[in-house]
């Protein structure tokens, strides 16, 4: 098992910046063949992918999010991040972030393509 620890959620007016962290418990050397993403769930509505990073450190996005969000990774401290800017109402959901324990995947902002889930942290995004 594989344990993530999400965090940095919370509440913010439209057009301001948030930072999510994510910390997985796995050795360095897993952390950097690991394939990694962030998701999303807005209130009744399904979840959806936001953007990843493969082990190589290929990133995908969102059409919705990109120029706005930019992920990372800190593999020295095994921590994935969600830097978020220009924050949008729409953009109010619980963030998840997920892991599979391969260098790359196929869909990487499908969720099937993830093992390893974390709880989730919440973002609200206030007109």
């Known amino acids: 098992q594989v344990h993530l620890v999400a965090s940095g959620g919370g509440s913010v007016q439209a057009g301001g910046t948030l930072r999510l962290s994510c910390t997985v418990v796995?050795?360095?050397?897993?952390?950097?063949?690991?394939?990694m993403g962030w998701f999303r769930q807005p209130p009744g509505k399904l979840r959806e992918g936001v953007a990843a990073?493969?082990?190589?450190?290929?990133?995908k996005y969102a059409e919705s999010v990109k120029g706005r969000f930019t992920i990372s990774k800190d593999n020295a401290k095994s921590t994935l991040f969600l830097d978020m800017n220009s924050l949008k109402p729409e953009d109010t959901a619980m963030y998840y972030c997920?892991?599979?324990?391969?260098?790359?995947?196929?869909?990487?902002?499908?969720?099937?393509?993830?093992?390893?889930w974390g709880q989730g942290t919440q973002v609200t995004v206030s007109a």
């Open positions: 796995v050795p360095e050397v897993t952390f950097r063949q690991t394939s």
């Open positions: 990073i493969d082990g190589d450190g290929t990133t």
């Open positions: 997920a892991a599979e324990l391969r260098v790359r995947t196929w869909w990487p902002l499908r969720e099937d393509e993830y093992t390893h």
